[in-house]
């Protein structure tokens, strides 16, 4: 889901406070973070990789490299983001690789210490990975076409014409198809949201 009543400042990248590096990663929106990142893992690294550990490692990672983003907007943003979280994820993979040869080769634990372990605020985190959830949820329970269409123009931040180029479909039928999955997405979501919530009360 797009972030709503987030506006986005590229300048607040260009700084050094903890708060405006906040409000740069919640206009990304991290719950749609997470599930990009899911996506790109496929099915054979699912199981193996948490798509949330890969998203802290890329802020780190991002936080390294703000002065380097010169998008204008929360699409390019997250372009941004999604392309260090994949080179996170190969040096992940990488990693992995590295760590089986050095426990098949006998060496010491220590060979395989990966450093501190970065922590966030586990209110904010589960609060994201909660939010993650119930859009995962709810777009596993849209037909396929739809949910297909929502997809690209929500987490990928394709237009209508772009999803209709590469659907190979007119851009009209893309555009009703849109209409209906995000009434139907956000009508689901927000459900599921309050009966969520009214069961935590």
């Not at 740069?24 to 990009?36: E, G, K, S, Y």
């Not at 010169?70 to 990693?95: F, N």
């Not at 119930?134 to 037909?143: D, E, K, S």
């Amino acid at each position: 889901m797009k972030p709503s009543n987030t506006p986005f400042r590229s300048d607040l990248l260009k700084s050094d406070d903890p708060g405006a590096w906040d409000d740069v990663i919640r206009a990304a929106h991290a719950p749609t973070m997470m599930l990009l990142i899911e996506a790109r893992l496929g099915s054979r690294l699912r199981g193996r990789v948490n798509s949330e550990n890969v998203w802290h490692k890329s802020l780190l990672a991002a936080w390294r490299a703000r002065e380097t983003f010169a998008g204008p907007d929360v699409p390019a943003l997250r372009r941004w983001l999604t392309g260090i979280a994949e080179e996170c994820l190969k040096k992940r993979i990488r990693r992995s690789a590295a760590d089986l040869r050095v426990l098949k080769d006998g060496r010491p634990e220590e060979a395989i210490y990966a450093g501190p372990v970065e922590t966030t605020d586990p209110a904010t985190v589960a609060a994201d990975r909660a939010e993650a959830a119930a859009m995962r949820t709810v777009l596993n329970g849209m037909p396929p076409e739809l949910r297909y269409t929502v997809w690209l123009h929500e987490f990928e931040n394709l237009e209508p014409q772009q999803i209709a180029d590469r659907l190979e479909l007119p851009v009209l039928a893309i555009q009703t198809q849109l209409r209906r999955g995000l009434i139907t997405y956000r009508h689901k979501l927000r459900t599921l949201k309050n009966r969520s919530a009214v069961s935590q009360s």
